[in-house]
Structure formats: C-alpha cells, structure tokens
C-alpha cells in the first residue's frame, strides 16, 4: 500500500488504522524538523505532483483562508499565476495547487498570530531548477506582476524549499 497518494479520503484513513501506522509516523517524525502536521488534498491529475516533486527543488506554499473565504476568486488568480509564471521562466518545472479536503483545520504554532485560528488550506508546490533560479526569479518584473494574484485572501503563508527524496 502506498503511503502518500490515495485513492480517496477513506483509504488513508484506513491506514491510519493499521498497526504499521505509529511506527510510519515515527520514521516520518525522524525525517521532519518538527512534528507533523497532517491534512489532505485532493490534486487535480492534470497536473502530477510527480513532477514538482522530482525536480531538483520544490518551493513549498502554505496559504491559510478564514472560514468564510469564497475560493473561486482565489481559484481563478492561481490558475493565472500557474499558467503565466511557467511562460515568465525557464527556471520553472510545474505548479500544483490544492485546497485541502477539510475545510475547518486548526492551525497551532506555525502561523505567526493566528495560532488556533480555524480554516482552509490552500497548498502550492512548484518545481525549480535551484533555489537560487527561484530567488533570482522573485526580482523580475513578471514575479511582481504575478505575485499579488496569490496575495489576495489568505490571512497566513508559510514558504519554503525542500529536495525531497524517496524514502523507503
């Protein structure tokens, strides 16, 4: 069975279950630079994680919505920022984007004055060829033309970098 794509909520939930499930959480736990922090997300097959995540470095975006936030607006501005900062830079291998499945999650400690605050996540991962290539990138004028599509709305980010690598 695998352990990080789902055929739907249910059947990681029936993972959850199982008894290798603690000592999974413990290795995960091993790896991580903190504790886990576990919600899902549905991620459209258009787009395939696999690629974002096989790059050689993956920007990590956490965005956090109040409770009433209607995401259409924000559905539309992601697609937008998706398909033109991929034309914007070379540098740039895909972008994925999702809401997460639950739509009242509890955000403790890891969003600067919102802790216990409750919403939607909206989780952006995008593939580069370096972080240097993205910093580099985030100077242009085409990041700041495309950057204000994913500020409007969300009331908390948390940004960051990771080569991953597959575990077993």
């Not at 199982?18 to 504790?35: N, Q, R, T, V």
């Not at 922090?37 to 919505?65: D, G, K, M, Q």
């Not at 242009?140 to 990771?162: M, S």
């Amino acid at each position: 069975m695998q352990t990080s794509d789902w055929e739907n909520l249910a059947a990681h939930k029936k993972f959850e279950s199982l008894d290798i499930y603690g000592p999974f959480l413990e290795k995960l736990g091993s790896i991580l630079g903190g504790a886990a922090i576990i919600f899902h997300i549905s991620l459209p097959s258009s787009t395939p994680l696999s690629v974002t995540l096989t790059a050689p470095v993956t920007e990590c975006l956490s965005l956090l919505f109040p409770k009433s936030f209607d995401p259409a607006p924000f559905n539309s501005n992601f697609s937008e920022f998706r398909s033109l900062g991929i034309k914007a830079s070379k540098e740039i291998q895909e972008v994925v984007g999702a809401w997460s499945i639950e739509e009242s999650l509890k955000h403790e400690g890891i969003w600067k004055g919102k802790d216990g605050e409750e919403g939607s996540t909206f989780q952006m991962f995008a593939g580069w060829s370096s972080v240097k290539a993205h910093m580099e990138f985030k100077e242009t004028e085409d990041f700041k033309t495309l950057i204000p599509k994913l500020r409007e709305g969300p009331q908390g980010v948390e940004v960051f970098h990771v080569e991953f690598k597959k575990f077993e």
